[in-house]
Each structure stands twice: as structure tokens, then as C-alpha cells.
């Protein structure tokens, strides 16, 4: 009741909420200011595929298991059976070739976490604060204390691709997580990870002062965008695009002769 009250009285005397953004949404400004408008003002979703699947379901399990605290790997394994997305696949066989794809992750991720001396101290912590007029807001994987009482920030990876340690290093993502873990915790995080699950590789960093500014000013000049109502297509991204045969910009959508 409370909440249809603050949106009559928004909507009555034309008071906009504060604009929220994640890194996800960045990102999608990022590749294309059209895809961001399709997905968060006009509320389009990405059709379900077989990676999507795969990521929530994995996603999914390690959450659960250590929210949980499971401990064996019969328990790892039967999450991961329990939460399994089964959507966006073609045919049975697909789908048995995805769910033994993230079995394998699931398997190498316990025999790396038998071997880790760290304390899990939060999965799936979701930071949210303001940036003067605007809010950012993110859900981190997973922080762990390290034994020298210091923090790291996890994020899990699923896709196929690995990264060099120079993207790692540069990575919008982990550096806005560095700021959103200093404020749930009170303190700075060590080391930031990447666990590319796909190649059972762990791949950590930290960050500078200099890139926390520079991620911040990130945030400012999208917002400012967004706010603005920015939203002019890239079509040169079309070819790697979710709605590449939906969107009225889409040069895919032309070459394979829909109109």
C-alpha cells in the first residue's frame, strides 16, 4: 500500500525515483544505448539460451550450497540437480551436453574448495548506496576472509572465454565490487577474483584508488546518458546482440532477410 502510495505521489507532482544502476546496466549502456532502452525502459528479456541456463544453474548451486553449509560433494551435486534451469535448449541432447558441462565446473570447484584455508563470510551480498542524486547497487558472488584477516571478492564466470590477467586488471565489474564490498564491510577488500569455472582458473587482482575514481566518473557520465534519454542504436554490435532479429535497428535482421 505504502509503495502505489510514493508512485501516485511521483506520478501526481512528476517526481522522477533516483536512477539506479548496476553494473549490468552499465554494461548494456556500454554495448548499446538502444539494447539498455529495450531491456530497461521498455522491459524487453533476453530470450533463454542454453549459456544463460547454464550460468543460473551453476550460479544457483553454489549459492545454495554454501548458504546451506553443505559440505560433501554428494550435497553439491544433488543442489546442482535441484536448481538446474532446463530452458532455451533445442533437443534432449543439448541439454544433457550443457548439464554435464556445468557438472564438470561443479566437480573441479569442489576439489579447489577442499583445498582453500579462507572463511566464506558472504554469498550472494548485495550492496546498494547512493552517488549523490543516483543509487549502485550489486550482488557480489561471494566474500571470503582470507587467514590473514583480509577480504576477497569472487565472482563466478561460466563462459567458455578466458580472460588475461590485463582485462582482469582493468575490469569495470571488479572495481565497482571493490567499492561495494568496502561499504557492506566497513573495510577494503585484498583481492578481487574471477573464478573462470569453464577452465577451473582463478584469476585475482586489486585496484587503485585512481581506478575507483575512474569507475565512479564511469558511473556519473552513463547516468547523466540515461538521464538524458541517450539511447542511440551501435549497430555495429548488432551481430553479437540478444535481440539481433527483434530490433528494428538490427543490420543482422536485414542481412538474413527480415523486415
Not at 550435497?75 to 541432447?93: A, K, M, R, S
Not at 587482482?205 to 565512479?216: I, W
Amino acid at each position: 500500500m505504502l509503495d502505489r502510495v510514493k508512485f501516485l505521489f511521483r506520478k501526481l507532482f512528476g517526481i522522477r525515483p533516483a536512477l539506479e544502476l548496476s553494473f549490468s546496466k552499465i554494461s548494456a549502456y556500454r554495448f548499446c544505448p538502444w539494447k539498455y532502452k529495450l531491456l530497461y525502459v521498455d522491459g524487453m528479456r533476453v530470450p533463454p539460451n542454453p549459456y544463460i541456463s547454464l550460468g543460473l544453474s551453476v550460479h544457483k548451486t553454489l549459492e545454495e550450497f554454501h548458504r546451506n553449509g553443505r559440505r560433501n560433494l554428494d550435497d553439491l551435486l544433488d543442489t546442482y540437480n535441484q536448481v538446474w534451469v532446463n530452458e532455451g535448449f533445442q533437443n534432449p541432447q543439448q541439454t544433457m551436453h550443457f548439464y554435464e558441462k556445468g557438472e564438470r565446473m561443479i566437480r573441479e570447484y569442489y576439489e579447489w574448495l577442499k583445498e582453500r584455508k579462507s572463511e566464506i563470510v558472504a554469498v550472494e551480498k548485495e550492496f546498494r548506496f547512493p552517488v549523490g542524486k543516483r543509487i549502485l547497487r550489486g550482488i557480489i558472488d561471494r566474500i571470503d576472509r582470507l587467514p590473514d584477516d583480509t577480504y576477497e571478492v569472487i565472482d563466478y564466470k561460466t563462459h567458455a572465454e578466458m580472460w588475461d590477467q590485463a582485462r582482469v586488471d582493468s575490469d569495470l565489474q571488479l572495481t565497482l565490487y571493490a567499492i561495494g564490498c568496502a561499504k557492506v564491510l566497513g573495510t577494503e577488500p585484498s583481492t578481487l577474483s574471477y573464478f573462470f569455472l569453464a577452465h577451473n582458473q582463478v584469476v585475482s587482482t586489486q585496484r587503485s584508488e585512481q581506478q575507483k575514481k575512474d569507475a565512479m566518473k564511469e558511473f556519473d557520465v552513463v547516468a547523466g546518458l540515461i538521464e538524458k534519454q541517450s539511447f542511440p542504436p551501435d549497430t555495429a554490435k548488432c551481430v553479437k546482440c540478444d535481440f539481433k532479429f527483434t530490433c528494428k535497428y538490427s543490420v543482422e535482421k536485414k542481412r538474413n532477410g527480415q523486415q
